[in-house]
């Protein structure tokens, strides 16, 4: 329970609700967001139970906690999706709740990152705002310039949201290694780890759900064993760097990718699918072609059916021929995950085109061995365009996962333009990548 004479984050959480909520109730003041449950936050308190037929004490339990939360993302939804990028920059000279939730995250940060700055949180974007972006933007490796763009504004709601779900240790980024875990470690690092396990079984049924509780049991490890066999690791159960960097590097993706859902899928069959089968396998693939016909002029729809019939097979041929693969109009397994993973896509996040554009910007994250998607194709695209050029064998298969091939490449990029030869696709290693690419046209 909060109270008067409460301190800390959780009561600035409780203080910007309301400071939002005072925007569309006159009834309820704003309060400042300071940590300190004084005699304003508790009047403001009092004046939202009353507005909504709750006990009127002043006091924030459980009732008037998960009230607040409601009535604030019933009014973020009515807007847009909650915390979602506002689409284009915010930056000095603005004002409103878009500037309120950037000085609202920054304050959230500076209460796990002693090194960065204090901002009010007034909705006026002024010179201290500006400075407060900067040393965020600087201390996360950002390009520091005072503006948030999608990225800074994507980065902010991340630090928030973990530091408010208790995922980070002191002064220690998002995604940073914070040494083995393994059954029987505790705290907030195995916390951190869950919530990646967790956030990664929502998308894939391969992985076991994890409970988010800082003790790394059996369950744990059998999460931890299941994505180790996804991502082609050693299979220990043991969170070393490198699964930890793909377990940050693919939950990232997913964060930013799309809402969760879920999805029953089926796994390849073990044998073709061809003209005359039937059963719960065609069905499930006609549904996946339907799908991607919706979005694909080339690619024809049989319907969704469980009988292959003749159209199906033409429909299987256009399909192949949109994702070059021989047109045989038969099922093999690589036109079955072919299939799979681009109706899944569009499932997820598309538009009715005959190509799938992907923006050539840094996506906000880096690419490294185990990162999949589209941003990873584009990665591979420019490589086998420079390889053309040098006239180079070691071409990488266009696939959109990212493996120690791809890896191999990107070195010798990056050792080409002066670069540390990680293998790993950073803002700057994806610049030169693109600017090289862009030459030879």
Request: hydrophobic share 40%; with cysteine.
């Amino acid at each position: 329970m909060l109270k008067l004479g409460s301190t800390g984050s959780a009561v600035e959480q409780v203080q910007f609700w309301l400071s939002t909520l005072s925007n569309y109730y006159s009834s309820i003041p704003a309060v400042t967001v300071d940590g300190s449950y004084g005699a304003a936050t508790r009047t403001a308190v009092m004046k939202f139970q009353e507005e909504f037929g709750l006990a009127v004490d002043g006091i924030v339990g459980q009732n008037t906690w998960n009230a607040l939360f409601d009535e604030y993302q019933s009014i973020q939804t009515d807007i847009g999706t909650p915390n979602k990028y506002p689409g284009t920059p915010v930056k000095q000279g603005d004002t409103g709740n878009y500037v309120k939730s950037v000085q609202f995250w920054l304050r959230i940060a500076k209460s796990n990152y002693s090194s960065l700055n204090d901002v009010s949180v007034d909705g006026v974007f002024g010179a201290a705002t500006k400075a407060a972006v900067i040393k965020f933007q600087s201390y996360f490796g950002l390009t520091a310039d005072g503006i948030v763009g999608q990225n800074t504004w994507n980065k902010l709601y991340e630090v928030y949201n973990d530091i408010a779900n208790k995922l980070l240790s002191s002064d220690l980024r998002p995604g940073e290694y914070p040494g083995v875990l393994k059954k029987g470690s505790t705290g907030t690092p195995v916390r951190e780890l869950q919530y990646y396990l967790y956030l990664i079984a929502a998308f894939e049924p391969s992985i076991p759900t994890v409970s988010i509780d800082g003790v790394f049991g059996t369950a744990t490890e059998n999460s931890v064993k299941a994505f180790q066999q996804l991502a082609g690791l050693t299979v220990d159960g043991i969170v070393g760097q490198t699964t930890w960097n793909t377990l940050y590097a693919t939950a990232s993706r997913l964060r930013l990718s799309a809402p969760v859902f879920t999805v029953e899928r089926l796994s390849y069959p073990g044998t073709p699918l061809q003209e005359g089968d039937t059963g719960d396998a065609v069905l499930y693939y006609s549904t996946l072609i339907d799908r991607i016909a919706y979005y694909f002029y080339s690619v024809q729809s049989a319907g969704q059916t469980s009988t292959f019939t003749a159209a199906l097979t033409t429909a299987t041929k256009s399909f192949q021929t949109l994702e070059g693969l021989p047109a045989t109009g038969i099922v093999n397994e690589a036109t079955w995950l072919a299939a799979e993973a681009l109706s899944l896509t569009l499932l997820a996040n598309a538009e009715p085109t005959d190509t799938l554009a992907v923006s050539d910007e840094y996506p906000g994250y880096a690419a490294k061995t185990g990162s999949a998607g589209a941003h990873v194709k584009l990665i591979q695209q420019w490589l086998n365009s420079l390889g053309a050029l040098y006239c180079e064998e070691d071409f990488v298969d266009e696939t959109g996962v990212f493996t120690e091939a791809e890896a191999t490449r990107v070195k010798k990029v990056q050792t080409a333009a002066g670069l540390s030869p990680n293998g790993t696709v950073d803002k700057a290693t994806w610049d030169v990548l693109r600017a090289g690419a862009a030459g030879l046209g």
